[in-house]
């Protein structure tokens, strides 16, 4: 049980694009959702939680008119990156926690963007 | 500042050794303490978790241990495996609040 889900699991794209990502939870109901992104050798920073239903919350220093999420429903929420630049490709990893905790969460299997 | 430090960053070992890695945290108050494996390119799996009372977890052939009281905790893996070879990540969890601080991670090298 507790499998999350991330689809494309990588994507290419042009510069000034927009690419959606998706976060599944394939068995459980997620009350919260969390984005986090990962450059080279370095570990997961968390980009922002979301709750079903309200606006996400972002962390400091995350543009968030750039990277928008939406968590629609209890098993699936979106991070839309805007706009793409080169600076953006990172692996993106998305987690889904049944409850309100984060230290419950289950991690996707992560996303490679790369913007050319 | 809720810190996790991991060390060595990296190591390198032979096929069938075990090792140690080390992990100090300052986060407060603590909640629990958990071990990822991440393989390259994918998402982190977790190996254990501990809360305050646990000093000592396993999972196969991975044993976390944690000290509470010196906030140190140590992921040992026996007799390693190729497939050993993954970043290990230290992740604190706050009882306050609702985030995580993970560590740098400790990347092992498994070599034949």
């Known amino acids: 049980g507790a499998v999350v889900s991330q689809h494309p699991s990588w994507v290419i794209c042009k510069s000034g694009t927009s690419v959606k990502i998706e976060c599944r939870s394939l068995?459980?109901?997620?009350?919260?959702m969390f984005w986090y992104r990962q450059f080279p050798k370095q570990s997961l920073m968390l980009m922002a939680t979301s709750n079903e239903g309200s606006k996400a919350t972002y962390e400091q220093g995350v543009e968030k008119d750039k990277f928008l999420i939406n968590h629609a429903s209890l098993t699936l929420s979106t991070l839309t990156v805007t706009s793409a630049h080169p600076e953006d490709s990172s692996f993106y990893i998305c987690s889904a926690s049944r409850g309100m905790r984060a230290d419950t969460q289950y991690f996707g299997p992560g996303t490679r963007l790369t913007v050319l | 500042k809720n810190q996790v430090e991991q060390s060595p960053q990296s190591l390198i070992i032979l096929e069938g050794k075990n090792c140690t890695l080390q992990c100090n945290y300052t986060v407060s108050p603590f909640s629990n303490l958990r071990w990822y494996k991440q393989d390259t390119g994918r998402g982190p799996v977790s190996l254990t978790i501990?809360?305050?009372?646990?000093n000592t977890k396993s999972n196969g052939r991975y044993t976390a241990t944690l000290d509470a009281d010196t906030k140190q905790s140590s992921l040992h893996i026996t007799a390693s495996q190729l497939s050993d070879s993954a970043s290990y990540i230290c992740?604190?969890?706050?009882?306050?609040?609702?985030?995580?601080?993970f560590g740098g991670g400790t990347r092992v090298l498994v070599k034949p």
């Open positions: 501990m809360t305050f009372s646990e």
């Open positions: 068995d459980f109901q997620a009350t919260t």
């Open positions: 992740v604190v969890g706050k009882a306050a609040g609702n985030k995580l601080t």
